[in-house]
């Protein structure tokens, strides 16, 4: 449902695009159906509110979701979560840039000091989690 | 040395800000070794040559990756890798951010259409990275 988007935040120091955050904020809530097909998300004008962010960002972030499959933009700027079947064979170049962001984060996490003990747990959480 | 630089590619489309895909792909290099202490990276307006962006935006990554501690910045804008010693004690919020980032990377892989297993190899793989 759409209390569900309370749980996004705007990190404003982070340098990604604020419409990107919400995409990436969006995203894990579609794919582990916390937000189910059918279900509103808020007006573009009601999130951009909330987040305190420009109303154009928010249709960004919609439009690109909508381009990826999971959302169905209705009139007045609502949008609607769609049936999205999962794609039957990722992109090898998809999965290539996918792997070195992984690489790449758990490099921040070194550098900024999170012990490799604490990473490990992390990433063990999140295999865990794909069994779910 | 300066030749691991030539592994850094800007994604034009990834919407990550080119400044920040430096960041992120020199830090790998820097936290596992792969770029020492006393190794100069190359100058600025070079590497801004060889990604074909703009010198400022490579001289934005190298700010940020001085403030991180892993730079030291010369005149004529080269820069000299610094002995950069891990924090004793990682910023909490920081640490949160990180999870949160890992969760959206996992979620973006799943709707890229990688399978729960091809994930999980992935996942392990970088932890068995850490060990090392």
Chains 1, 2 share one sequence.
């Not at 159906?33 to 154009?56: E, I, K, S, Y």
């Not at 070195?100 to 959480?125: K, P, T």
């Amino acid at each position: 449902m759409a209390g569900q988007t309370q749980l996004l935040r705007i990190d404003v120091v982070s340098g990604i695009p604020a419409y990107r955050q919400i995409v990436d904020g969006l995203r894990p809530l579609l794919v582990s159906g916390a937000l189910r097909p059918g279900d509103p998300l808020p007006t573009v004008r009601q999130l951009a509110l909330d987040l305190g962010v420009h109303f154009n960002t928010v249709a960004e972030a919609y439009r690109i979701l909508a381009e990826e499959g999971w959302l169905d933009l209705k009139r007045r700027r609502g949008a609607v979560v769609l049936e999205r079947p999962s794609p039957d064979r990722p992109d090898p170049s998809a999965v290539a840039t996918l792997n070195r962001r992984l690489r790449e984060l758990v490099a921040e996490m070194q550098a900024a000091g999170v012990s490799s003990d604490r990473i490990a747990r992390e990433l063990r959480a999140r295999v865990e989690g794909l069994g779910k």
